[in-house]
């Protein structure tokens, strides 16, 4: 059987709680390996993650893995956040360096996800079973494709588990990828994360600062489809069906989807598998 993770954000309202949780007890149903929250670095943010993981794995039932990323913060408060992890009961994270805000703040100790890999296994041991982000389509700031690679083997060898990918819409971007990472001796599993398409101007936007590229054909198609939700729906859970499809078939080891904290794109792709 597949597996299948799903990632959330976490809520800092009231309304968005409620929404989370319905999401949450919908995405139930499909039985996942974990759920992963998302971090943002920095000021009161810092305490909507443990409070949303300690929701998901405690009121849901989910095993739950916290997002941790090393930007901004000092190696006294990621000390913290683990203690604070292992309290709740996770044995698992997904560590990342992170984006600071622009005209936010200093780099903080650690300035690569490598670092805080390292810091993890140096103060935990083995307890997390860690996953890192990699990148099919090349992350924005790396000097070249085969540098970028290069620092994911760094962030394997200091101890990742496995990876998860940036979204891409292009299967043969991540089989490139996954034969170049073999090539270079990385041998974790790489799953690939996947964006569902709903709201498509807010995707395109935020894919130019991620570096993932949209297609033109989906590009022009999404555009000719104009405001009509519902075929923008039905037309992005077919392309990223249809992807996720040839990715299984393809060898991927599951599925990691970036829910936006909404069930109804994610049950749309996987209900189409
Ligand atoms: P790194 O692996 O440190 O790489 C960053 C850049 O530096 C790359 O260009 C790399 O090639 C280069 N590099 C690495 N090491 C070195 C070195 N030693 N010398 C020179 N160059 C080097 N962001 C958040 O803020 N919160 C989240 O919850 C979050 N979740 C994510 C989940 C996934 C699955 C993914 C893929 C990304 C997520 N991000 C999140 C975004 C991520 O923080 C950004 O993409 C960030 O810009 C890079 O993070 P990284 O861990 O890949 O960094």
Sequence with gaps: MTQI???F??????????QLDRTA????????EYVSCTFGAGGSTLRYTPETVRRLHQEHGFVAAPHLSCVGGTREEIHDLLQLYRAIGCNRLVALRGDMPSGMGQIGEMRYASELVEFIREATGDHFRIEVGCYPETHPQADDALADIRWFKA????????????YFYNADA????????????IEVPIVPGIMPISNFSQLRRFSQSCGAEIPRWISKRMMALGDDVDAIREFGADVVAA????????????L???TLNMARPTQAILSRL
Excluded at 9 to 18: E, I, L, S, T, W
């Design 5 to 7: 993770s799903f990632e």
């Design 9 to 18: 954000y976490p809520p800092k309202n009231d309304q968005q709680r409620a």
């Design 25 to 32: 007890e919908r995405l139930k149903a499909h039985d996942p």
């Design 155 to 166: 962030k394997v060898d200091a101890g990742a588990d496995a990876a998860i990918t940036q």
């Design 174 to 185: 991540y089989f490139h990828f996954v034969d170049a990472a073999r090539a270079a001796g």
């Design 243 to 254: 992807m996720c499809r040839r990715l299984l078939d393809g060898g991927a080891p599951g």
């Design 256 to 258: 990691h989807i970036y």
